[in-house]
């Protein structure tokens, strides 16, 4: 292991944006089976330093005004519960339990959940005096880097291996190799500049604003998150607009490629 100490005229101030994240149960159940809390503890590993301000619990249009109320409620305790086991202070989060009465979206499962509206905290680098010791491994050139170097500004670069859990901005964890190739090629290519582009499958009327958006944004924050300045990075969503196969697609194949992630090539 190398050992590398840089001696940078920088010091971190905080700022933070609020974003909101949403999680979805099953019918007519307030608590989370084990993947939907998998996809809340991953969602937690991801952002530790975040400021829950606000959760909202809704349902679907199933069953009476009254037990719709107490229903999402209980889906916004269940919530609450996690961040008090992985000490969150929730003290002061407001609560709101919205049963039906709201827009119902067509598709009842996306009715069923509960919104997060949060503070993500960034650091970033300004002037001042302070010694950065950082410690590296030699690594040979990896996939993503050596693709990189023969792109030309305009192309784009599927982030091959990336997923996501369903109808959500949360990494699964076998996406964290390209995750990590993804910030050592930013690391090491300081002129690198990219566009991060969500894109679906499945829905051709989807709005663009919705998975495909998150899911670039998911990218765009864990750069950020690991030092990468925001100047270098946007994100568009792109919904199910420009995919690769026609909608409907003829089998899981193409909508894999469909439902992706890619990087456009700004300036390197």
Not at 60 to 89: C, H, M, P, T
């Amino acid at each position: 292991m190398k050992l590398r100490i840089l001696y940078l005229l920088l010091f971190s101030i905080t700022i933070f944006a609020q974003e909101k994240q949403s999680f979805y149960f099953d019918f007519n159940k307030h608590e989370f089976n084990e993947e939907q809390k998998t996809q809340v503890l991953n969602w937690i590993e991801l952002y530790p330093n975040i400021k829950i301000i606000k959760i909202e619990g809704f349902c679907d249009w199933v069953g009476g005004y009254a037990y719709n109320d107490s229903l999402s409620l209980k889906r916004v305790n269940s919530i609450l519960k996690i961040f008090k086991e992985n000490q969150f202070d929730i003290s002061q989060i407001e609560v709101n339990g919205y049963g039906k009465r709201f827009e119902q979206n067509e598709q009842q499962h996306l009715n069923r959940r509960v919104d997060i509206y949060y503070n993500f905290y960034v650091e970033e680098l300004t002037e001042a005096s302070k010694p950065i010791i950082i410690f590296t491994k030699d690594v040979k050139v990896n996939k993503l880097d050596s693709i990189i170097k023969q792109s030309k500004i305009g192309d784009k670069i599927k982030l091959k291996n990336l997923y996501f859990y369903n109808n959500s901005g949360i990494f699964v964890p076998k996406s964290k190799p390209i995750l990590a190739e993804l910030l050592q090629v930013m690391k090491e290519n300081p002129n690198l500049k990219i566009e991060i582009h969500g894109h679906i499958c499945c829905q051709p009327n989807e709005p663009h604003e919705l998975i495909s958006r998150v899911r670039a944004e998911a990218v765009y924050y864990y750069l950020i998150k690991n030092r990468i300045d925001k100047s270098r990075m946007s994100f568009k969503s792109f919904g199910s607009s420009q995919p690769i196969y026609s909608i409907p697609e003829k089998n899981e194949d193409e909508r894999n490629a469909n439902r992706r992630v890619e990087i456009l090539i700004l300036e390197k």
